[in-house]
Every structure is written in C-alpha cells, then in structure tokens.
C-alpha cells in the first residue's frame, strides 16, 4: 500500500474518531430530576447534628482533608424526611439531600478557586422510632489555593497564611442543634481556636453552634499556588534551568568545534562531529528561544488565548522542518533523491495539514461558531467542541512530532545507530520502506496526542461529575457543560506547549550522546577516557539526564536552585575525575611504568588477550591456594603457588620495560578497571544496558508511588488534566536517568577510583551527592517534610542500587569468554571477587535493599 495511502486512511480513522469524541462530550449532562423541584418555603427542620473534619498528611503532593457528618432529622417536622430512606437513584431521594446539605445561595463561591468535594459513596438513611438518621461522609484535597469545600465544612487557603476551617450551613439547618464539632489537626498545628470546649492533644471540641472559624498551620513543604511576586521567581528559576541546560550543550558542541578546527585540514577529520555538533548549537539555540518565549505565556487569559495557541502551532510546525526528519541516515551524493523528495514531501504536507487545521480554527473561529478569543459561549454548539479539539489535537500532534524529529536527527547525524565497527547494526539498518515507516509514525503520534486530549476531557468530566452529582454544576460553576468544557479545551491548547517543553531535557540528553558517539571513530588516539571537551560532555550528561531528575526536591521549594544545579552537578562529577585520575588502578599503574605505555600495551588485540589471560591464570592460582590452605589439593605446596603468583606480579604491559604493579594491586584489577570492551563508549553502551535493565523495577515503584499510591492519590492523579500522561512520563524519564547514569559510570569507568565496580559505582554516586551538601548549607531552611525527605532518599538509595548491580554485571562481562565455563553469573561473579570479595558486595547490596525497605515502610506508614 502506498505511503500517502496508508497516512490518507489513519487521518480518515483518526477524524471519525474524535468527530465520535467531540459529538460524546458534546451531548448534555444528565440533568438530575432535582431541577425539577425544589425546598420550597420549607421551615427548617428541628434536626440533630454532629460533624466532625480530620486532616491528613500521608503524601506530599496534597493534604486530605475529610469529614463525617451525621444528620438526626425527625420524621414528623420535615416532609422530606422519608425521602432520604428511598433508593439513592430516586429525584425524591437527590432533592431531599440537596435540601439538606447545599444551600440555594451560591454566589460566596469564587468559581475560579472553589473546589468541590469527592464522595466514597451515596449516603443511606435509616430510620428508627420516628428520627431519620443521614450519615454523611465526603473528602477533598488540598494542593493548591482557594476553597475546599468538604460537607458543611469549607477550608479556605491562601498563600503564606494560615488556612480558615469554617462551618456553614444550608437553609434546612439554621435552627439545627449542634451537638458537637470536632476539628482533628492529625499532625498539622493548630494556631487559632477560640471558643473551643475542649482539647484532646492537637484535637479541639465545640459544644453547639459555638464554632465561628480554626486555624491551621499548613505544611511547610506542601508547594501551593504562590503569589505573583513568588510565582515569577519561580518561573525564573526554571528559566535558568532552561538557559543553563542549553548553555551546557552549546559549550559541549562549541568545545568539539574547536578541538577540530585545530587539527590540520588533510582529509582525516570527518565531518560527522563537526555536522552534530552544529546541529546542537542549532537546538541549544531554539530551545533556549522557546523557553523565553513560554515563560512569558505562564498566566493563562482568555483575552490572549488565540495568540498562545498560535504561538504553540506555530512554533510546533517551524520545529518540524527546521528537524528534516525526512533525511535518512544514508542520505547524501550517492542517496536515492527521488525517495528523498517523496519523504519530504509527506513529511510537509502532514505537518502543514496539522497546522492549517489548528489555523483556521484560531484565525476562523466562526466557522465551529466559536467567539474570536476561542471560549464558547453559554450553549455552544457541537461544532465549537469539536473545533477546539481539533485544535488541541494539531497543536499536540505538531510538538510531539517535532520532539521525535530532533531526536532522529541527533541519533542520524550522531550515527548512534551504528555498531562500534562502524557498520549498521541489524536491528537499525536502513528501512525498505521509509515512506511507510514516517506514515507508521506520524499515525502513532496522532494516536498519542488523541489519548493525551482524551485524558484532558475525562479529567474535566469526573470534575463535574463531583460538582454536579445534585445537579446543581450549571448554578455553581456559572457555565452549562458544554460552555465549561470549551474552556478547558481552550486553555490547554494555549498551556499544552508548555507542558511538552518541559520535557525536551531528554532531547539535550540525546544530543549529547549522540556527540560522544562519533570519538569512536573520530578519535582513535582517546580509547582510554572522554577528554577535554568530551569529558564536558559527560558531565553534561551526568547533570541533565541523571542529576535533576532524582534530586530537584532537595532543593525545597525554592525554585531559583534549579538553574544551580547543572554546574554544580558538573563540577562534582569534574572533581571526582580528578581525583580518579590520581588514585584510580590504572592511574597508579600507569605512572609505574614511566613511560606512560599502559594504554597502548592494553589498546592493542594481543596486549589486551595477554593481559586476559594472565588474569585467569592469576584467579585460578588464587583459588587452588585457597584450597591448599584448607587442606583440599594435594599434588601441589603453597610455595609452588606462591612463587607463580608472584611471577605474574611482575606483569608489564606491551613496550614496558619495568614492572609496574603495586602491591595492593593484581593483575586481576588491572583488568577490572579496564572494562570488558577496548573503547570507553562501548564501556559505556555496555553499563547503560545493564542500568536501564535493573532500573525497571525501581521505575515502576517510583511512578507507582508518586502517582498511585493508595486509592485516593490515584484519584487525584486521575482528575488532573495529564496526569495519566505524567504517570507514564515519570516511568519514562526515570528510565532514562539510570540508562543516563549506567552511561557515565562505563564512559568513566577507567577513571573512577576503586578496585571493584561497586566501589566505582560508589565514587559516581558520591559526585551524585557531593550538590546536595552545597545546597543544604546554602538554605538549611529547606522546608522539606519527612514524607518528602523519605522519598527524596529512597531515590537516592535506589540509584545506588542500580549503579551497584550494574557494576557487578560489568565485571562479569569483563571475563565473558569464560561465560561457557559457568552456568551462572553468580557463580563468574564468585570466581573473579573470589569468596570473600563477593560476600562483601553481596552484603554491601542488602544493606542497601534493607536502607530502601527501611525508609519505604516509614513513608507509607507515615500519617
């Protein structure tokens, strides 16, 4: 099938499907029969009640807040009394509980900020000896300003003040008798109580209506919507991260860029470098542009709303070309040009029909009947859902296309694709198909960018579903369904740039990757560590891919520490290197030798299969002495054992005229702390393998728990506008932050100081920590809960696990030839640490295991 074909048929499916999607959300909101009747001029009832309202801090996103209200109404004063008994599903049933708890007069909610309430289920009554007894219990949380309302409790919350606790009342229970109200801190302070009748611990007790309004201290670390003067600070911290992040690849690409240029023009310098490296500085610069460019479009407002929509489709579509993702890898004198021009081709004319469909929508609103600033009007048509989600979905196909282009060109033009032989490895060869692929792609994307909308519009619809579940959403929120829809579809068209922006990190990560790939050829002298400009660009790595994504919460709420963190990240890991280069293995043998022959005694084929092979020999010399020592070898003395020992001691690499092993230092270890491959970047593939291997796991328990856990975080998750996306974001990302760190630790594994790869693992992991100190003594108020503390540290601990695992699977692929001579890992693992060594790693892992449950079973039990 032809390629425009096959991409004419998804755009078909694809367009029936959200014209399905538009014409669903579009259809009225079940009316309840409630608005059909009403409290009329009802006397209020002589009722009992008794409420009581509990906080509780268990995760460090929100604090839930929940109430129990129980409700004695008797039977002959109220003549909807009996209708609370029927079936939760009766409009008897739904009027008499409105009746009951809301009150008729609206107008104190401030729509923007007010916050409706989550109910477990439908409350029943019974009925006994003539009282009718209504248990009611509801739930909310809070994770940002306003009003929360939660049963005949509203919390109102402002920045840097305390929240209000107050109770109100419907119209059916002014005269009612109040036995008790109970307000339960559970651990936050209260700091204003007056008229309380009593005081258990942190819990205060009013007896009747005594109660005007508490006083809560809010937790230091929970992030609410700052004010203006705060929320810009923060914006310009996360400007610097963005500046900083593209000052960090620029100086990498421009570093490359100069240590070309000063070598002679005869021919031997490829330009596939210097081609890459222009292509970062290219993208350093767009990105640093657009993050400007967004940060001053943070505050949404319908007035400027087609302005930032067509900024996002714009920007989207510009990003698209400027990428050519239509280039193949084997592209240039000898390429097929005819296929060239049909891919481009498809390529422009997808991504011009995305964005003339999000064009008209914004520069011909009328036509999808929509007013010019794109927020419908009360009662919009079909038309105008639609429209808007065809805009949103334009707007998200665009970027993601754009993303996935600029990460092709950085992984063709870095040939990260290629074996370390520099031919095509079978798995990336070159299509048969290009067209079909690009049309496979852009399909998938629009599918991505259906699911991202979709999970926009089922978080509104169970928004109002909780604000409408009496009916009374069009009285409150001052919007019909349709209307209130349209604006939220409106917004994230204008917003959802932004979101998308916010992860381009993972673009500079593979820029960076793809540079350090072409030294592999480029550079056949450096074999043995990334230098100068390359060894910038693994500290560029280590920042940005493993550094912010695991300790960005040690910074607290102040988020002007963000733009701090790449440098410092970077000087760590610089200093660590440093140090590495003076007390590492190699580094000792190396100035042994005096003649600094080391790397090219090991560089070579024979050099490094002697050096193997005296490895061997030396660990089987080891394990028989082991055996005499316990009297199991016979046919052989200590002595015999010894003096071989000995001899190879002497070990001295090709063109060495000297012995050059210390005496703490065998020749096993010479070959540990050289890796199983001969380059550094194939040191390096190797260990980010083995890290994104052993990181699932703790990937998925780190996007369980700050997304799932427990029923009523996932349900927060779920209302909020991507947070199902964000979910499998975080797994994703987390991936790549320990694939980011298995890389470094193989790019820099010769350098590392230890004998063995944990402790090597451990030497990265310090340069991990060595920020967190700085910034704890820059702003030791930190303000970071327990909760929080613990998470932040079983992040830390995780990734410690992850580079242990993964440099004791290193070391194994060190002696992977004499994999056939072993069953198992473990048991190669015993033979080159021996008994003893491997003990201590082994116990070196479980305590870290234990460190992890420890700190796990304290953040789930915390209350």
Same mark, same amino acid.
């Given at each position: 099938m032809p390629a425009s074909a096959m991409t004419s048929r998804a755009w078909g499916w694809i367009a029936v499907?959200?014209?399905?999607?538009?014409?669903?959300? @579009?259809?009225?909101?079940? @009316?309840? $029969?409630?608005?059909?009747?009403?409290?009329?001029?009802?006397?209020?009832?002589?009722?009992?009640?008794?409420?009581?309202?509990?906080?509780?801090?268990?995760? +460090?996103?929100?604090? =839930? /807040?929940r109430q129990v209200t129980n409700i004695v109404v008797p039977e002959a004063q109220w003549k909807l009394a009996n209708d609370l008994t029927l079936s939760p599903d009766t409009p008897k049933y739904l009027n008499a509980l409105h009746c009951l708890l809301h009150s008729d007069d609206t107008s104190h909610r401030k729509i923007a900020t007010w916050h409706p309430e989550w109910r477990p289920s439908t409350s029943q009554a019974t009925k006994q000896e003539g009282m009718v007894t209504l248990p009611y219990e509801s739930w909310n949380l809070i994770d940002s300003s306003g009003e929360f309302e939660v049963g005949p409790?509203?919390?109102?919350?402002? +920045?840097?003040?305390?929240?209000?606790?107050?109770?109100?009342?419907?119209?059916?229970?002014?005269?009612?008798?109040?036995?008790? #109200?109970?307000?339960? +801190?559970?651990?936050?302070?209260?700091?204003?109580?007056?008229?309380?009748?009593?005081?258990?611990? =942190?819990?205060?007790?009013?007896?009747?209506?005594?109660?005007?309004?508490?006083?809560?201290?809010? +937790?230091?670390?929970?992030?609410?919507?700052?004010?203006?003067?705060?929320? *810009?600070?923060?914006?310009?911290g996360v400007a610097s991260w963005w500046v900083c992040a593209s000052a960090v690849i620029a100086f990498s690409a421009w570093s490359v860029l100069r240590s070309g240029n000063r070598k002679p023009d005869d021919g031997s310098e490829t330009a596939a470098s210097r081609v890459v490296a222009r292509t970062i500085l290219q993208w350093a610069g767009l990105s640093a542009a657009l993050g400007l460019t967004l940060l001053l479009l943070l505050h949404p407002s319908p007035g400027v709303n087609p302005w930032r929509a067509f900024i996002g489709i714009s920007s989207g579509f510009t990003l698209v070309l400027l990428a050519r993702p239509w280039l193949s890898s084997k592209q240039g004198p000898h390429g097929d040009r005819k296929e060239l021009k049909r891919c481009k081709a498809v390529v422009v004319i997808s991504a011009a029909a995305a964005a003339a469909i999000g064009l008209l929508v914004i520069l011909a609103p009328h036509l999808f009947y929509l007013p010019p600033n794109l927020t419908p009007e009360p009662s919009p048509p079909i038309s105008a859902i639609a429209g808007l989600i065809l805009l949103d979905l334009s707007m998200l196909w665009l970027w993601l296309s754009a993303m996935v282009a600029w990460a092709w060109r950085f992984a063709r033009e870095g040939r990260l694709g290629e074996s370390s032989n520099g031919t095509e490895s079978a798995h990336t060869r070159e299509p048969q198909h290009p067209l079909r692929l690009i049309a496979a792609i852009g399909a998938a994307l629009a599918v991505v960018a259906a699911m991202v909308v979709a999970c926009r519009v089922l978080s509104f619809e169970r928004g109002w579903d909780r604000a409408n579940w009496l009916g009374e959403a069009s009285a409150i929120l001052g919007s019909d369904h349709r209307r209130a829809l349209g604006r939220q579809l409106a917004d994230f068209a204008s917003i959802g740039p932004q979101w998308l922006y916010s992860y381009t990190w993972v673009l500079a990560g593979i820029a960076l990757v793809a540079l350090l790939r072409n030294v592999l050829q480029e550079k056949p002298e450096m074999p043995y560590e990334p230098k100068?400009?390359?060894?910038?660009? /693994?500290?560029? !790595?280590?920042? !940005?891919?493993?550094?912010?994504?695991?300790?960005?919460?040690? $910074?607290?709420?102040? #988020? #002007?520490?963000?733009? !701090?963190?790449?440098?410092?990240?970077?000087?760590?890991? *610089?200093?660590?290197?440093? @140090?590495?280069?003076?007390?590492?293995v190699l580094s000792r043998v190396n100035r042994a030798t005096k003649k600094n022959c080391l790397v090219a005694g090991l560089s070579t084929p024979s050099g490094h299969k002697k050096l193997m092979e005296d490895a061997r020999s030396c660990r089987s010399l080891l394990r028989r002495l082991h055996l005499v020592d316990h009297g199991h070898a016979e046919g052989t003395t200590r002595r015999i054992l010894e003096t071989q020992l000995h001899e190879l001691h002497q070990w001295r690499p090709t063109g060495c005229d000297r012995d050059c092993l210390p005496d703490p230092v065998s020749v096993v270890d010479v070959a540990l702390s050289w890796g199983p491959k001969r380059h550094w970047w194939d040191n390096a593939l190797k260990a980010a393998g083995w890290a994104s291997l052993f990181g699932i796991l703790p990937s998925m328990v780190t996007a369980w728990y700050e997304k799932a856990y427990g029923t009523n975080h996932w349900t927060y998750t779920l209302n909020l506008p991507t947070g199902v996306p964000d979910t499998v974001g975080k797994f994703l990302t987390q991936e790549i932050s320990f694939a980011g760190a298995g890389l470094v630790l193989g790019a820099l594994w010769r350098v590392l100081p230890g004998e063995r790869g944990p402790m090597r693992a451990l030497s990265l992991f310090v340069a991990w920590l060595m920020p967190i100190a700085v910034v704890a003594a820059l702003n030791l108020n930190l303000g970071i809960g327990r909760r929080e503390l613990g998470l932040a540290v079983l992040n830390v601990v995780l990734m410690l696990m992850v580079l242990t695992l993964t440099s004791m699977w290193v070391d194994a692929d060190t002696f992977s030839q004499e994999r056939h001579y072993w069953t198992k890992r473990l048991g190669l693992l015993t033979s080159v640490y021996q008994v003893h060594g491997l003990s201590g790693q082994i116990a070196f892992l479980i305590a870290q295991a234990a460190a992890a449950a420890t700190i796990w079973h304290q953040i789930v039990t915390t209350t």
């Open positions: 499907a959200f014209a399905v999607l538009g014409w669903w959300v @579009a259809l009225p909101s079940p @009316a309840h $029969a409630v608005e059909a009747m009403s409290c009329g001029n009802l006397h209020p009832p002589k009722v009992h009640v008794d409420s009581e309202l509990r906080f509780n801090r268990q995760n +460090p996103d929100f604090v =839930e /807040v409790w509203t919390v109102t919350v402002k +920045p840097d003040e305390d929240w209000t606790v107050a109770l109100h009342s419907s119209h059916a229970l002014v005269g009612a008798s109040w036995g008790k #109200a109970v307000v339960d +801190p559970d651990g936050l302070e209260v700091s204003d109580a007056p008229g309380a009748s009593s005081t258990d611990k =942190e819990i205060r007790v009013w007896s009747g209506r005594s109660l005007k309004q508490v006083k809560v201290v809010p +937790p230091k670390d929970l992030a609410l919507t700052p004010s203006r003067r705060v929320a *810009w600070v923060g914006s310009l100068g400009g390359y060894l910038l660009t /693994v500290t560029g !790595i280590f920042a !940005i891919t493993v550094s912010l994504k695991g300790k960005a919460s040690f $910074a607290g709420n102040s #988020a #002007a520490f963000y733009g !701090i963190w790449l440098p410092l990240n970077m000087a760590a890991l *610089w200093v660590m290197v440093l @140090a590495g280069r003076r007390w590492s």
